[in-house]
């Protein structure tokens, strides 16, 4: 353990990333410093976010420098501390980047440093208990505000966080139909998540589609995709529906700027409302928001799928996934079993 | 008065509104049945939702029947009852619609029969103390939430919803950028509706200037236009912004589908919102408004202009006033004065 390998972003993509994006680099490891506490990653979160930190504009975190590790969250092991609350051994969630070592701040807190709890598995921690997770459950209670009875759609339905953004809505009482890719996530969505319907956006016509099955019109909309999804759903929105936007996948990788949806003015028609959201804003929260998602797993009420590739130099190749639609349920990359 | 001029929806348009949509016709003046009131027409309203009304397709109200005179808001008088509440003389506000006479269930309410308050005129009634005012109400402080200090921007901003609506903000404290066009338009914003500044859509370019003239970026946009100005100005919104869609005149007259701003996942990064509403959701409350608006224009913080037309021959051609930008203030049509 003396070489800390890292893949560095190297040049910003235009359209879908490449390996031509990153460049491999060995590098010492570094030697934690007054406070600090060095860290090995173990787990990588891949999240569609990703793309847009390679873009050199602004937006909620600063971009990702070129010849800087790729930013990623993590799950760590805890290697040499100089800070009293973490001692080596200790599990850690981070945003640790594409490498094996760094080095952070022992007060950082929230995404910067934070133990796992105890119990919580490092996949838990990155998928269904992680931001994942807590993406699903706040964006969909606090901006979509699901009322027993009401009609969600979810776009994206079959990806880490839309696949729990919909089980709540399930939870809470409602008819949820998801919006997916292909017949093997369409039947674990039905059979597996237990979604009441679900559309294939591969093979059917998801605007006549989501009128047939939201004969009531759809009171929340859940989006990870935008575009064309988007404007279908907007078709079919009820009275006062709240659309949460989560995320746009289908324009990440866009080269020129995609036109939105035409229908707009349907918000005004239906009085509805489209809100978007950060969920590090609710990290003050992360603890009943976890602990909600837990209960519900243990209850059997809430199923949950990760995606776990393995081998540091399967790194770049493992984002495109998310773009791809590959991935099933929430993506990860093991570098490493806890010592 | 044995004969009710009418203007009937004769074809439904295909972009702009000709005179050849609407066909005249001499009709008998009506008879009130039991517990309905006969009514003449005295003031027209012309407002950019009636283009709305023309199209047939499904909206908040039902589109107005090829044959059926052109749905419109008015003030009226009462000719002759046979309801309670009402008396020859009275004056009134309903849906009138393009005619001189009408029936009306003396019973209806709201939008559909209330008397004007006294002292209050027929101007007042359609314009700053009817639906244009409340709309501008209750959109900029229910939805837009302006707080002291913010930066609020107004599209439309000369028109009659959005010169009430920037300075209901401004009275709230905030500074007020207005969006129009054309230097007569600016000048009467900054001068006597007293925005900290305008924007000539016309000859500036409205996503520098905004950018120029919100460095603190925007935290309330109450937009009327659609199109380019709201993506303009999702460029510079600050986080946890409001927008406001109370119209989106841009595309009202178009023949194909309008693009909707590219810019849309700028509503994920700034955390921000976009709401729509329809001001007969506020009927309850209109008594609320009133009060509000009625006591700013008394205190002289509120102004307000009127365009006044006339001629019954006149009406089809006042509507495209509207979206031709050539009406100063709130558009109506003075058809007589009461007697």
Chains 1, 2 share one sequence.
Request: include cysteine; glycine fraction near 12%; charged fraction near 20%.
């Amino acid at each position: 353990m003396t070489v800390n390998r890292q893949w560095l972003l190297a040049r910003r993509p235009q359209g879908m990333v490449t390996e031509e994006n990153f460049e491999y680099r060995e590098s010492p490891v570094p030697e934690p410093g007054k406070g600090q506490v060095l860290v090995r990653n173990l787990y990588l979160s891949f999240d569609p976010t990703q793309r847009g930190w390679m873009e050199d504009r602004e937006s909620y975190m600063p971009p990702v420098g070129i010849g800087e590790p790729m930013r990623a969250g993590s799950v760590a092991q805890v290697v040499a501390s100089n800070h009293p609350g973490y001692a080596a051994g200790d599990l850690v969630q981070t945003l640790g980047g594409w490498q094996d070592y760094l080095v952070v701040d022992g007060s950082a807190g929230g995404i910067g440093l934070s133990r796992l709890p105890p119990g919580v598995t490092p996949q838990m921690a990155l998928g269904v208990l992680g931001t994942t997770g807590q993406t699903a459950y706040f964006g969909m209670l606090d901006l979509g505000q699901p009322e027993s009875g009401q009609t969600v759609l979810v776009s994206g339905a079959a990806g880490a966080t839309g696949s729990v953004a919909g089980q709540i809505a399930r939870i809470k009482g409602c008819r949820v139909i998801g919006i997916a890719g292909g017949p093997d996530k369409c039947r674990w969505l039905k059979e597996e998540a237990r979604f009441d319907d679900v559309i294939d956006y591969k093979s059917e016509n998801v605007d006549s589609r989501i009128g047939e099955l939201c004969p009531d019109r759809v009171d929340v909309f859940f989006d990870n995709v935008g575009g064309d999804i988007l404007e279908a759903a907007l078709n079919h929105i009820n009275l006062r529906a709240r659309i949460v936007l989560c995320g746009g996948i289908s324009g990440y990788n866009a080269t020129e700027p995609q036109p939105g949806p035409t229908n707009l003015m349907n918000l005004v028609v239906m009085r509805a409302r489209m809100e978007g959201f950060i969920v590090i804003d609710y990290v003050d929260r992360f603890a009943e928001g976890a602990a909600a998602l837990a209960g519900w797993m243990q209850s059997g009420e809430l199923v949950h799928r990760d995606d776990v590739q393995e081998g540091f130099e399967n790194i770049p190749a493992t984002l495109n996934r998310l773009f791809t639609g590959q991935n099933i349920g929430k993506q990860m990359l093991k570098i490493a079993e806890p010592s």
